[in-house]
């Protein structure tokens, strides 16, 4: 504190309040805003007899078919939202052991990624670099010897980046945590000469039972035990100081940004990450924050308009520069 504060002593020559009296003043005060350009709206996507069927935990969002993402990319870019993540719901009969299918360079993400730009090619394509869409066991990795095999995964996953990148993908989003998978998949995309396509690292991703509703949406609910679980390569939500390691190693390897997820139960790391490295961050409001919210304002216990806007706020003011949110498209409506 200055002199100046000691002479004034506080109350009642300071009055907080004052600020915070008046509409105008609260606005010239505000140090935090909600904009469209800093939101992204994950969709699903699918092909056969799931396309555009609505997900139970999910009110609202539903798995797409390939014409209705397209057109949905349009009406979200048109909103002012500048870029989507899209994720497919692939089905039982395509999906084995080694998620063969996220090899396929005609599979639903590819012809979706094709059909988005063709009919939007201003906005962004986010894709997920995992194979948990595509495996008959949900993990995002292949399984040797009981185990979540790190660098095997890691070659499979190198080809899905090349794939969905050659598709006209934007930005690849690792989302897998394995170790190393940066580096393998910046190398393997400048070898191709993919080198304008960025890497959105999920650098601190969390074992999180937020994620429940995103694994009814696309059919991925695994039987977890003690060896082959999410644990083994997620993060424990106990820690922090591992999380600032993860963001460093991946900063490192050649992530352009790395990303935090969930959110609301991870503004702590948010804001380490913010006050430790120069990159930019987002934040991943994930599908059990979308769902809770809707929950409990179905119910009428919270107003949910309000709730979500005081959630992305505080996203943000951790310092999270985006935020991927299934409520992209009605915030972006009520920012207009
Ligand atoms: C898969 C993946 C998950 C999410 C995004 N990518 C789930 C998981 O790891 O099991 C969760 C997103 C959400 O809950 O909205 N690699």
New binding site residues.
């Given amino acids: 504190m200055t002199k100046f504060y000691k002479q004034i002593n506080g109350y009642p020559a300071i009055r907080m309040r004052r600020n915070r009296m008046k509409v105008f003043s609260r606005r010239m005060i505000s140090e935090t805003h909600l904009n469209a350009n800093n939101l992204i709206q994950?969709l699903f996507v699918t092909q056969g007899k799931y396309e555009n069927t609505y997900i139970e935990s999910m009110p609202g969002i539903k798995r797409h078919s390939i014409k209705s993402v397209a057109k949905e990319a349009m009406e979200i870019y048109k909103l002012g939202i500048p870029a989507i993540a899209i994720?497919p719901y692939i089905p039982n009969d395509l999906k084995d052991e080694n998620g063969t299918e996220s090899l396929n360079k005609n599979n639903i993400i590819c012809k979706a990624i094709k059909e988005i730009k063709n009919s939007c090619p201003e906005i962004g394509i986010i894709c997920?670099v995992?194979l948990?869409p595509y495996t008959n066991h949900g993990h995002?990795g292949i399984i040797i010897n009981s185990e979540i095999n790190n660098d095997k995964t890691i070659e499979i996953l190198c080809k899905q980046a090349v794939i969905q990148a050659d598709a006209g993908c934007d930005i690849i989003a690792p989302?897998?945590m394995m170790d190393g998978r940066v580096k393998s998949i910046r190398s393997a995309l400048d070898k191709k000469n993919l080198i304008n396509t960025s890497i959105l690292s999920y650098s601190a991703?969390y074992a999180s039972s937020?994620?429940g509703?995103?694994?009814d949406a696309l059919g991925?609910k695994i039987n977890s035990n003690q060896v082959l679980d999410?644990k083994s390569y997620?993060m424990d939500p106990a820690n922090s100081i591992e999380a600032l390691r993860e963001i460093e190693l991946d900063i490192n390897e050649g992530a352009d940004i790395i990303m935090i997820?969930p959110a609301l139960s991870y503004l702590d790391i948010i804001c380490l990450a913010k006050q430790n490295f120069k990159i930019p961050i987002f934040a991943?409001q994930?599908?059990?924050e979308y769902s809770m919210i809707k929950a409990a304002s179905e119910q009428g216990w919270i107003n949910e308009q309000d709730i979500i806007f005081e959630t992305l706020l505080s996203i943000k003011r951790a310092g999270a520069s985006s935020i991927i949110t299934y409520f992209a498209k009605d915030i972006a409506k009520s920012l207009k």
């Fill in positions: 994950p994720f997920d995992a948990d995002d989302s897998d991703k937020f994620y509703p995103f694994r991925t999410k997620q997820k991943y994930v599908s059990g």
